[in-house]
């Protein structure tokens, strides 16, 4: 799931920087306070009047946690502010609507995407502000992590900043697991016995499906390439040095397949082709499957599944995806971007709310009052009380992780936008045996090619 602020996403880790290398966590400190210069009235708005800018959600949830982001960020921040108002629009499916409108000169002010690839694509069509003078006006480049920021750059120029962070890792059922005697996999090979051994006692390896939302399969693609031909390959394709056709890619194809066919998620390809999220994580919840391969988007729902909210007794846990050696790694991703709309006549406003978006007292209360992950920006220890230990334990792992080097890369971030797409669609054929993994990998390294020369490829923070 490619999460953002109009899909509901959730808890990844707060700071990553350098090269993912920096503590996520910076020491308990007093709230960060605004620059001045934020709170200087806006060029244009008229004494006594606000200047109006638009804001766009989406409605996936009922609209729950759309409604949770205008009463904790927006109406806050329209309260505290004598010179601007943001206008909250809820709708569904704002990713086409937004797009539509900003083709035909209109559209809201602050403009989201599905990820960098995407806002990369409209900032080569010239419709959006460039970002530069608003990064040094508000310190941007110290605030954020630069390995996130950089993700925004399109020629030079700074045209986006990247919303959650996230990553994928390996939940299970912690009830179940202490039943049958099971320890939570390290490694490939644990993993591997354990779905076996699950599946002979005829329950569900893995709960998984994408009836709902097809980017499922490229969870599993990205974390098997990372996995098995390792996050320097990854990056070394990413960059020109490696092929996808290479022999690490074709193993990591054929060992997913594999697993695929022996009906390890969610009991068999027909049953994940038609499970809904709701399906799939009531059989996780209750035993009926074991395991469950997601992103901390999952997070803020997961307690839906278990114990009392779900009439249960089952209880849950979380440990990295399981590595050929053990040692813990993160694919590291953002979900959405936000931007400027070319259109808006109120630049200015919109940048001073973007900022505003972006200090870390907001991005905390994205985490704690509305489950959403928060940016790679720094927050303060005191700022997380109250959330769950295991969302914690989460935030420290990746930290860890990331200072030793243990990050991939997910495919919603780096991959470009329609090599991306190929990589989800295309796996299909692979599992029902219409194409070879060597013909998958072939058909992706020729549209990838592509790409790299219309310059469609987001950046990629060096290694």
């Known amino acids: 799931m490619k999460a953002s602020r109009f899909v509901p996403a959730a808890f990844a880790i707060t700071l990553l920087a350098g090269a993912c290398a920096a503590p996520s966590v910076a020491p308990a400190a007093p709230p960060a306070q605004a620059p001045a210069a934020e709170q200087a009235p806006v060029a244009g708005a008229a004494s006594g009047e606000k200047v109006k800018i638009t804001h766009w959600f989406n409605i996936t949830d009922g609209g729950e946690m759309a409604n949770c982001i205008i009463d904790n960020i ?182 997913l397949t594999d697993m695929q066919r022996k009906g390890y998620f969610m009991g068999g390809l027909e049953k994940y082709y038609t499970a809904t999220s709701d399906e799939f994580h009531s059989a996780f919840g209750s035993g009926k499957a074991a395991m469950n391969i997601e992103g901390t988007w999952f997070l803020p729902f997961i307690d839906n599944f278990f114990g009392e909210k779900a009439n249960n007794t089952n209880d849950w846990g979380w440990v990295p995806m399981p590595s050929q050696d053990g040692k813990p790694l993160f694919n590291m991703a953002v979900g959405s971007t936000y931007s400027i709309n070319k259109n808006t006549k109120n630049p200015d406003a919109v940048a001073e709310y973007l900022n505003y978006l972006f200090l870390p007292e907001t991005q905390a209360s994205y985490l704690t009052k509305c489950g959403l992950a928060p940016a790679a920006v720094k927050l303060d220890a005191a700022s997380l009380q109250g959330l769950d230990p295991r969302r914690i334990e989460v935030l420290e792992t990746l930290d860890r992780a990331a200072r030793e080097g243990g990050y991939g890369y997910t495919t919603w971030t780096f991959w470009p936008a329609k090599t991306n797409t190929y990589l989800i669609e295309e796996i299909e054929k692979v599992w029902s045996g219409a194409i070879t993994a060597q013909q998958y990998l072939e058909g992706m390294q020729k549209l990838f090619d592509e790409e790299v020369k219309a310059g469609a490829i987001p950046p990629i923070p060096v290694r």
Do not use: C, H
Request: hydrophobic share 45%; charged share 20%.
């Open 74 to 255: 927006v109406k806050p921040f329209n309260a505290q502010n004598a010179s601007i108002e943001v206008e909250a629009v809820t709708m569904a499916n704002v990713w086409d609507a937004s797009k539509t409108a900003i083709a035909g000169g209109a559209g809201p002010d602050l403009f989201d995407t599905p990820g960098p690839s995407y806002a990369l694509a409209f900032a080569r069509a010239g419709q959006l502000v460039p970002l530069d003078e608003y990064a040094k006006k508000y310190g941007w480049g110290e605030r954020f992590a630069p390995w996130a920021l950089n993700l925004g750059m399109v020629d030079g120029k700074l045209y986006s900043l990247s919303t959650e962070v996230e990553t994928v890792v390996l939940y299970y059922n912690k009830t179940l697991f202490e039943q049958k005697g099971w320890t939570p996999p390290k490694t490939l090979d644990e993993l591997a016995a354990l779905a076996e051994a699950a599946q002979k006692e005829g329950i569900i390896p893995f709960a998984s499906g994408n009836a709902e939302w097809k980017g499922v399969n490229e969870w599993l693609v990205g974390e098997w390439f990372n996995r098995i031909a390792g996050p320097q390959k990854v990056y070394d394709a990413l960059t020109g040095k490696a092929k996808w056709t290479d022999p690490e890619f074709v193993k990591a194809v054929e060992m």
